[in-house]
Nanobody, 121 residues
Framework: VQLQASGGGLVQAGGSLRLSCAASGRFFSIDVMGWYRQAPGKQRELVTHITSRGRTNYADSVKGRFTISRDNAKNTVYLQMNSLKPEDTAVYYC????????????????WGMGTQVTVSS
């Protein structure tokens, strides 16, 4: 299973970016898909995640500004980021909890390589 993230870049404060992360390879199904971020000198933190049924969860710092969505047919998760702030600057990683086949009891975590988001003030 491979996760390919895209959509990062440089944007001014108040601007918007949309990240995408597509899963490829052989697997049975994907449960939770999510986005994490890691700023320089800080630990990786959860930004948001979405279940296969569309239930979402957001970090308090991004509520009302970021929106996660997914296309199960394309095995892709998206992150729409609006009203970006300099403190949103980080490398953003996508993660997917994947069942390899229908006999798996628990999913396995897979991570994408990360995409840089830089917000200038």
């Amino acid at each position: 299973v491979q996760l390919q993230a895209s959509g990062g870049g440089l944007v001014q404060a108040g601007g918007s970016l949309r990240l995408s992360c597509a899963a490829s390879g052989r697997f049975f199904s994907i449960d939770v898909m999510g986005w994490y971020r890691q700023a320089p000198g800080k630990q990786r933190e959860l930004v948001t995640h979405i279940t296969s049924r569309g239930r979402t969860n957001y970090a308090d710092s991004v509520k009302g500004r970021f929106t996660i969505s997914r296309d199960n047919a394309k095995n892709t998760v998206y992150l729409q980021m609006n009203s970006l702030k300099p403190e949103d600057t980080a490398v953003y990683y996508c993660k997917a909890e994947v069942y390899g086949d229908d006999s798996d009891s628990f999913p396995r975590d897979y991570w994408g390589m990360g995409t840089q988001v830089t917000v200038s003030s």
